[in-house]
């Protein structure tokens, strides 16, 4: 009877494509809290650092930090890429044996998998998300960073402009030219920091918390339970 969808996005593609009738919008909620282990012990190096945190998916795009890491150490940025992939697959110990191999390490920093409980620590100490992913399906990611005040640094794709709106930069997550490019206008342009920091706050206002959309998949469930009732009851 409903269907429920993350984004408006995708609510418009379930409708045309498969010619759905009652398609709803329940974006996914973010309820945080920074009251955590604020004492991290993850080595983390001084300049400007920029954090992807993923486990290693090929639609993760996590391989671009490899040419892209490159031209930071070629323009001499005064920057750090950050990553959590788990190396507890084949393509992921690649990765991270590549990034060796290349002499990168000194660009491209591993510090492993960050449980939850520690993340607002890890937030605090960085100066931007970078995310040059492919495909999400809404990833919690982006309103964590919004709720710690992390400006956003992501891929020009449908997800990610549903999710932060204005309260991004974007890129191409193809092109190591263009994602560089827009690294070092975020890095030197305070006014753009601050400008992302105050979108990001009021664009996670618009999403609701989880009591909220509790309360909205129960309407739902209950308009639906009444509208068989009623069906059946006219049969």
Same mark, same amino acid.
């Given at each position: /009877? ?24 329940? /974006? ?148 190591? /030219? ?58």
């Amino acid at each position: /009877n409903i269907v429920i969808a993350q984004t408006k996005y995708i609510a418009e593609k379930l409708q045309k494509t498969y010619e759905l009738e009652d398609v709803r919008v329940l /974006n996914n909620a973010v309820t945080l809290n920074a009251s955590v282990k604020e004492k991290v012990n993850y080595w983390l190096p001084a300049g400007k650092l920029l954090f992807y945190p993923s486990i290693y998916y090929p639609h993760k795009n996590i391989e671009i930090f490899i040419p892209l890491a490159k031209i930071i150490k070629e323009k001499n940025l005064d920057c750090k890429i950050i990553t959590t992939v788990n190396p507890n697959t084949i393509a992921a110990k690649k990765f991270l044996k590549f990034i060796e191999l290349m002499e990168l390490k000194d660009t491209i920093i591993y510090i492993g998998q960050v449980p939850s409980s520690e993340m607002s620590g890890i937030y605090k100490r960085i100066d931007a998300l970078l995310m040059p992913t492919l495909l999400e399906s809404f990833s919690i990611v982006y309103l964590e960073a919004m709720y710690h005040k992390v400006p956003i640094l992501t891929s020009n794709m449908w997800f990610a402009r549903s999710v932060c709106g204005n309260a991004a930069v974007y890129f191409d997550p193809l092109d190591e /030219n263009d994602i560089y490019n827009s690294i070092e206008k975020f890095l030197t342009n305070n006014t753009l920091r601050a400008s992302l920091i105050k979108k990001g706050v009021a664009r996670l206002s618009q999403f609701p918390t989880w009591d909220k959309t509790f309360t909205a998949i129960n309407g739902f469930i209950n308009e639906s339970l009444s509208a068989n009732s009623l069906s059946r009851k006219n049969k």
